[in-house]
C-alpha cells in the first residue's frame, strides 16, 4: 500500500471509532477494506451490514467507487432497493478477508462524479454512502 491509502484506511478508523476495519494490500499499492458491523438503516433487513470496498493506488485522485454490502438486503416494506443497488454480486476480497477470494455480496453504486481529492476521503466517501442508504 502506497502512504495515501495507508493514511486514508487510518482516517476510518478514526471516523468509524468501535468498528473493526480490516485491510489488506491489493497487492497493486491499494488495498482492500471491509468495514464491519455498520447500521444502514432500520428499514432494511438485516438493519446492520459490513461494507467493503477498494481503494486504487491512485487515492486521492481516483473514486472509491463501488462499494459493497451484505448480500439479500433487503427493505422491510417490501419496495425495491433501487437501480443504485445490484443484487447477487461478488465481493472480490483478498484471501486474509474471505478464504474464498470471493464473498456474495450487494452492490451499492454511488459514483462521485464531481471528486475533490482535498476533501473526498474515503472515509468521507464511506460515510455519504452510509447517509444516502439511510436516507433511501
Not at 468498528?19 to 471491509?34: M, N, P, R
Not at 470496498?53 to 432497493?81: E, S, W
Request: proline share 6%; aromatic share 10%; hydrophobic share 35%.
Amino acid at each position: 500500500m502506497n502512504a495515501s491509502v495507508q493514511q486514508s484506511i487510518e482516517e476510518i478508523r478514526i471516523a468509524f471509532p468501535g468498528h473493526l476495519v480490516e485491510a489488506e494490500s491489493d497487492e497493486q499499492d491499494g488495498a482492500f477494506v471491509k468495514v464491519h458491523d455498520l447500521h444502514v438503516g432500520d428499514q432494511y433487513e438485516p438493519s446492520q451490514s459490513w461494507v467493503a470496498f477498494r481503494i486504487t493506488f491512485q487515492y486521492p485522485h481516483a473514486d472509491v467507487y463501488p462499494h459493497f454490502c451484505v448480500v439479500g438486503l433487503k427493505r422491510k416494506d417490501g419496495k425495491p432497493l433501487g437501480i443504485e443497488f445490484q443484487s447477487n454480486k461478488q465481493w472480490q476480497t483478498p484471501t486474509k478477508l474471505t478464504p474464498a477470494r470471493s464473498e456474495a455480496a450487494t452492490l451499492i453504486s454511488r459514483r462521485s462524479n464531481k471528486l475533490n481529492p482535498a476533501t473526498d476521503t474515503a472515509a468521507f466517501k464511506l460515510q455519504k454512502v452510509l447517509d444516502w442508504i439511510r436516507s433511501k
